[in-house]
């Protein structure tokens, strides 16, 4: 596997394109559409909040067939707690798109985010797909991953290559996070292509598979958003033989590449959470269960306390402790043992001396690396989070006005 | 029943005093003694967190046989993870106390608030509880108010007197809250005593139904303490005939009693949670059941979006729908209707027009009253918080240094 250039348009035969449609109140791009020239098979996980947009619902029903060929999404407005009006504005978003690419409008995935509950401004947004969908193009896809950005300082994107049958295949994508974002996908945007050959119930298996370890795995805030959803289309173009089984060796590759892209970008996220000045990187390890390794890493990446201990260089490693003592996971305290970086900081349960400089120095490092060591089992897991600054509250205090 | 002057010393036979030990770094008091001329019927409840400092075990232990005469407390060290050396220090922490106050060490409940992982300054602890035990007197009660705080930035004290079968019966407490504050009991310190006399199968009994609807409704960061713990101490001077039953006339009139003074406590929390400037209470009516009225409730005082929006007088009402999505709760979002103070946002789950500087006005109060309405059953909760600022993180960012 090696990282190339570029992002959802490096596999063969995607293009894409942002642009400003004046959705958001400053002077950035909005409105993004993301195409195949081929249909592709398709897959997509959600959001878990009851409270959701309309987008959700019209995409799973449009992924009911295991396929799409394009993706229409806009910034500034979630267009979610806006009732009919908000469905309604969905489907002819993604009516407008299909038309315009000449595809069944069934096979266009519509994705928003931004402020809830405002009616979406359909003129421009309308405005806004009609010159994306005219200027797509393979260089087009930094644009379009600028105009899924909300509070995100940097766009995130990735490409990859592997090889599968001795045929080159390439993975690309693009993300966005920065608030709302916490475990149990709910937590940011994120659109994947690849020019694998690949089957739509395979390719959805595989992407479940590879959420649970990467964008389930990162927590801004513990605030899950109405909107989210990664979408992943594959149109076949590499001429690979296809693949039809995740646990072949194809089906492997495949998934290691993919796990590749979804962790690079749910890093990505965490590292540029609202605020956010270093990325923290939890690793729980010898944990009796995946499921209490997850569920400790996931609980001391969100936990305001050690977040802001790690904003403030303190070596506050009982509030690490603490954290995983609330997650609900069952473990023995009086065997834990906790690190800062390379510096072991508690042994079973209790504090061992440290320097307190060389834990300070731990700690302005980034990412910020704590390792709980339970003990108690050969299972472990891995999460992502950021430290919680003045500037999450100044960001958050003020959004929407 | 009417608010009465102090707080644990105005039941009949109950005195406290609170020291300056220098545990806590600046000049402050740090050691608190509570104690009864009498041998009390006794209860507590206790933090969840699996992480738990000693005093959590020890006084459980000494509730067991239901009785206890004095609480002996420290601020400025939880000594919590702190071993084997921790457990003999709080066990010591008793056996002095008794010792000094004349009565069983099994008697004296012990209770630590403050940093976790360092070792109790155990000379500087001893000084300390000789000083407070010479000078029990019934003015000594605020002074153990202000020895127990630790980021508070107020002393909590509150005191009622409630009438029980003709006869005056008072009941007094102090608590102490600020970081760390989540619900499930976990999440503070608070003594309250009364001159009541009562079972303490009663007394147990009473106090877990008063802490259900009172410091288990109140959340300043979600974060769940290893140490906190509410206490009530009755010493039966007041004369009334013995409470044996809460469901008794004279059960229900102490109830309510105890449940104001719960009630006004866990507000005071919340209000004066870290750095925060508003109360926030979130009342969730017309829901389907209890658990599911008190799951939404707590969400939505709990979410760092909706917090932050409340400090930046933001009416983004989508977070407060959106926090009630991810509750976990079932419900249905189109039904849902939501009010700020006077005003509502929205209806059928989707928003309303509103004026923004109307809207603003109603987030300007304190406390700031936000009613969601689910508008599908006869069932209630509230739950109280407090904003999010940019003090939360400064106080958080270099707690321990």
New interface residues.
């Given amino acids: 596997m090696k990282i190339i250039d570029g992002s959802v348009t490096a596999p063969i035969g995607f293009l894409a394109q942002g642009v400003e449609a004046v959705i958001k109140k400053l002077d950035k791009k909005d409105v993004a559409i993301i195409s195949s020239t081929h249909l592709c098979a398709a897959a997509g996980v959600f959001t878990?909040?009851?409270?959701?947009a309309a987008c959700v619902d019209v995409d799973r029903a449009h992924l009911e067939n295991g396929s799409a060929q394009a993706i229409v999404a806009n910034s500034g407005n979630?267009n979610?707690?806006?009732?009919q009006p908000g469905w309604d504005d969905t489907v002819e978003m993604a009516r407008l798109t299909g038309k315009l690419l000449g595809i069944d409008p069934h096979e266009v995935l519509v994705a928003s985010t931004g402020?809830?509950?405002?009616a979406m401004p359909m003129d421009r947004i309308e405005q806004g797909i009609r010159t994306a969908a005219a200027g797509l193009s393979r260089e087009g896809a930094n644009n379009a991953a600028q105009a899924i950005m909300t509070t995100d300082l940097a766009s995130k994107e990735i490409a990859v290559e592997i090889e599968i049958e001795g045929c080159p295949v390439r993975i690309g994508a693009m993300a966005k996070g920065s608030?709302?974002i916490?475990p149990n996908m709910?937590t940011m945007l994120s659109f994947i292509t690849t020019d694998a050959a690949i089957s739509g119930r395979c390719l959805h298996e595989m992407l479940v598979k590879s959420t649970d370890s990467s964008f389930n795995m990162i927590s801004v805030?513990?605030?899950?958003?109405?909107n989210d959803m990664a979408l992943i289309l594959a149109n076949g173009l590499a001429g690979n033989p296809s693949i039809n089984n995740p646990a072949s060796e194809a089906g492997q590759v495949f998934q290691q590449g993919l796990d590749f892209v979804t962790t690079s970008l749910a890093k990505m996220i965490a590292r540029d959470g609202e605020g956010a000045t270093r990325l923290i990187e939890v690793q729980v390890v010898n944990a009796d269960s995946q499921a209490t390794a997850r569920t400790v890493a996931r609980s001391i990446t969100?936990?305001?306390?050690t977040k802001?201990?790690v904003?403030?260089e303190?070596?506050?490693?009982?509030?690490i402790?603490?954290?995983?003592?609330?997650s609900g996971a069952?473990?023995d305290?009086?065997q834990v043992d906790i690190y800062l970086g390379e510096q072991q900081m508690?042994a079973?349960?209790?504090?061992i001396g440290f320097d307190?400089d060389q834990a300070r120095a731990q700690l302005q490092k980034d990412p910020v690396i704590i390792k709980v060591d339970l003990k108690a089992g050969p299972e472990k897991a891995t999460a992502w989070g950021c430290d919680?600054?003045?500037d999450?509250?100044?960001i958050?205090?003020?959004?929407?006005?």
């Avoid at 878990?48 to 959701?52: A, D, G, L, P």
């Avoid at 979610?80 to 009732?83: E, L």
């Avoid at 303190?314 to 509030?319: C, E, Q, T, V, Y």
């Avoid at 402790?321 to 609330?326: F, I, P, S, T």
């Fill in positions: 878990t909040n009851i409270v959701r979630a979610a707690c806006t009732g402020v809830i509950g405002v608030g709302m916490h709910a805030d513990r605030d899950t958003s109405t969100s936990s305001n306390l802001a201990a904003f403030g303190d070596a506050n490693w009982g509030r402790l603490a954290a995983a003592g609330y069952r473990f305290p009086n508690a079973d349960g209790m504090g307190e919680l600054t003045y999450y509250v100044r958050n205090a003020a959004y929407r006005t």
